[in-house]
């Protein structure tokens, strides 16, 4: 919908710099060779001679025109060269118009705000740049004139039949008794003839422009005098610009807005508009389109140069017409993987080269239900948050095509049956991605939360994959539509672990996770392994006996050799490798609070949870085990693990004790941790039972204890 702008102020300068026949330029660059024949760019499919997507200026004077197809125009003009665009996953590939598109950008943003339209039009604001020029050095103070500014076409300048066509040109811009508002555009011409030649020297790409207070009537000037020239728009020349302009020319009326006007109120020009009055107009189309038709008419257009060198959304797209419709689900998913495939590789660019996130996918389809023809003008698009990654992104737009093909078959109560089709056929698909935003500052993986640094051996400048997760806004793959939005797994990954390493528990230090396995390694010699069968019983067996560690320092304990081994690993600047336990992201959070360390929560209704994990040295699998201990009646029942006399409360001295109450833990938030300590959560939110076996042989004390069997 249009929206009425207001114009903050007539003393404007914009500018709207359109390439000339663009993808012809591009190829005759390529080709050299080419240059002053009559040339066009064909699409890639073959039917009759393929589709003209551009042509030169020699080929459109042997009547050459885009509407026709290759075979057509080798009629028209025998000798044209038909230059086939690149192709790419079975469709055509435009980045390298892409590219020169931005190398002309590079040149016209050097003087003024810059908004890039397409691949080959541009706005420039030159307000401040005419400003400076007006009044350090104006024009009817120069006294030599470049010849390309000379070449401008001035909107309402009569130039007589004998009259020198540059000399007059001239005499308009050096006037003394002219507005300020002319005297400006007249900077502007200057401003403008010298860009478009330095594109021209950098780029060898010739350009048009169009010169005036605002976007709307820039934009109408820009492709009146082409090639390679250009056109102001004085103040007093709008209204015969605009008189006979035919309504559907405007930008914004050419749809169904404009045929209502034609329909409606008889209007075929947008000088027709002004017979109507503001308050009719709004009772008829609204308060804000009265409004802005009104203005059009008038030349009134507030619109703003945007600051933008960069597009504001990615697509990519493919039509199929005719007999090539898509009839089936497998081959429209082998499209739109296709289409997704293109558009992850240039959102990926855009992230690495400007920083830039897209955070809204978007998919629109042309279908037809056989026997309407008004069908393809009603397939709902169909829009989810954008998740980075190929796969993610070919599996929502498939989920999206789902979601959009029922609600089209369900408008004629109409039901697909698998993938055989015979009523409806696709004839045009495309995805994009919108929204597009600067990365954030300051963010950072989930993993800064639970610790004061990332693990040893990662990287403290994140990739900028691990920064998209965390800034972009994740969706379900497996919903229908894609509306809802659930928290995003963090992904870190580690690989896996030496097998001569082994670690018997996590470490709770305040430095590093791996700061400490270098202290006291005479001290450490000993191991423990606490594993948990699968069985009806849980076993404790340790290899060697315990050594007893002060509570309040906690330290890993592990056997001598395998800490030199992680320690040559650190000294070397690798990676840990293996699957890292939730103790190691709550490593810094535990120990930055004292109470940990003074408190120990041990009351009839607490839970106590003593962890240790090992890593099998054979093989990549590991085991966790998580004994879980219920205070009973008597809280200072004791029993001890093996016969030479080591306790699990021993062994709770030597760790950092952990009380919690399970109720209040809300288990959402285990799906926000990282996947690798997720299990191991979920573990301890389900503590087993105690065995009521006894464990003979385990130690004499429980020749002793009471049978609770009993």
């Known amino acids: 919908m249009p929206v009425a702008r207001r114009e903050t102020c007539d003393a404007r300068v914009i ?23 009559p040339t066009a760019v064909i699409q890639y499919n073959s039917y009759k001679g393929g589709a003209l997507i551009a042509v030169s200026y020699e ?29 790419a996953r079975g469709k055509a590939n435009l980045n390298s118009y892409r590219n020169a598109g931005s190398e002309v950008v590079s040149v016209l943003a050097q003087k003024g705000r810059c908004e890039r339209a397409s691949i080959d039009e541009v706005y420039l604001d030159l307000t401040d740049a005419a400003q400076t020029m007006l009044m350090e050095t104006p024009p009817e103070s120069m006294e030599d004139f470049g010849e390309e500014v000379l070449k401008s076409h001035v909107l309402g300048l009569e130039i007589k039949d004998g009259d020198n066509a540059k000399e007059e040109v001239r005499k308009w811009l050096c006037r003394s008794d002219a507005s300020y508002q002319d005297k400006l555009l007249a900077c502007g011409a200057f401003i403008v003839a010298d860009l478009r030649m330095q594109v021209l020297k950098e780029t060898e790409f010739t350009c048009s422009a169009g010169i005036a207070h605002n976007k709307m009537l820039a934009k109408l000037a820009s492709p009146m005098n082409k090639p390679a020239q250009q056109t102001v728009v004085p103040h007093s020349s709008v209204e015969g610009l605009l008189e006979s ?16 006007l034609q329909s409606d109120l008889c209007v075929n020009t947008v000088g027709d508009l002004l017979q109507f009055s503001e308050e009719k107009l709004q009772q008829r189309y609204g308060i804000n389109t009265g409004t802005w038709l009104w203005n059009i008419a008038r030349g009134i257009s507030g619109e ?28 429209v998913q082998h499209w739109l993987n296709e289409l997704c495939e293109e558009l992850s590789e240039r959102i990926h660019s855009d992230m690495d080269l400007n920083k830039r996130i897209a955070h809204t996918l978007t998919l629109h389809a042309r279908a037809y239900k056989t026997g309407d023809s008004d069908s ?38 109409c039901k697909t049956h698998g993938s055989e089709n015979n009523t409806w056929g696709v004839t045009a698909l495309s995805v994009s991605a919108s929204k597009i935003v600067p990365i954030p500052s300051g963010t950072h993986s989930i993993a800064k939360y639970f610790s004061g640094k990332f693990p040893s051996g990662s990287s403290s400048n994140q990739s900028l994959d691990n920064v998209i997760d965390e800034a972009a806004p994740s969706s379900p793959s ?73 509570a309040k320092e906690p330290r890993v304990v592990s056997n001598t050799s395998s800490l030199k081994a992680v320690e040559r690993k650190k000294t070397a600047g690798k990676k840990p490798q293996g699957n890292y336990s939730i103790m190691k992201f709550f490593n810094n959070y535990h120990d930055s609070q004292s109470s940990f360390e003074q408190k120990n929560v041990s009351n009839a209704h607490g839970v106590r949870i003593s962890s240790s994990l090992g890593s099998q040295s054979a093989s990549d699998s590991h085991s966790t085990c998580n004994q879980v201990e219920l205070l009973a009646e008597n809280p200072h029942e004791e029993i001890n693990a093996n016969n030479s006399g080591c306790s699990i409360a021993n062994m709770a001295q030597g760790r950092q004790a952990w009380g919690y109450n399970i109720d209040e833990i809300d288990p959402s938030v285990i799906d926000e941790l990282p996947p690798e300590i997720q299990e191991e959560f979920r573990t301890w939110l389900r503590p087993h039972k105690r065995p009521n076996v006894v464990k003979r042989g385990s130690s004499i004390t429980h020749y002793f204890l009471p049978d609770k069997s009993r």
């Open 304 to 331: 703003e140069v945007e600051g933008r060198l960069l597009p504001k959304s990615h697509g990519s797209g493919k039509t199929f017409p005719g007999p090539q419709a898509l009839k089936t689900i497998a081959s």
């Open 59 to 87: 080929a459109r004077r042997c009547g050459v025109k885009r509407s026709m197809r290759g075979d057509e125009a080798k009629e028209a003009c025998p000798q044209i060269q038909l230059v086939q665009v690149p192709v």
């Open 376 to 413: 393809h003008k009603k397939f709902p698009s169909k829009s989810c948050p954008l998740r980075y990654g190929t796969k993610k992104i070919q599996e929502d737009a498939l989920t999206l095509f789902h979601a959009g093909l029922r609600d089209f078959l369900g408008f004629y109560n």
């Open 478 to 550: 497996g919903s229908e539509n894609c509306s809802g939005v659930i928290p995003y797994e963090l992904q870190l990954e580690y690989p896996e672990e030496d097998t001569g390493i082994k670690h018997s528990k996590a470490c709770l230090d305040q430095q590093d996770p791996l700061c400490n396995l270098s202290r006291k390694v005479d001290c450490l010699t000993e191991e423990s392994s606490l594993t948990s069968t699968a069985g009806s019983e849980d076993r404790m067996t340790h290899s060697e006996p315990f050594r007893d560690l002060p």
């Open 15 to 37: 500018a709207h710099v359109d390439m000339d026949c663009f993808y012809v330029q591009v190829e005759q660059r390529k080709q050299p060779c080419l240059r002053g024949l």
């Open 245 to 260: 302009l035919p309504i559907k020319k405007m930008k914004q009326l050419g749809g169904k807005l404009g045929s209502s």
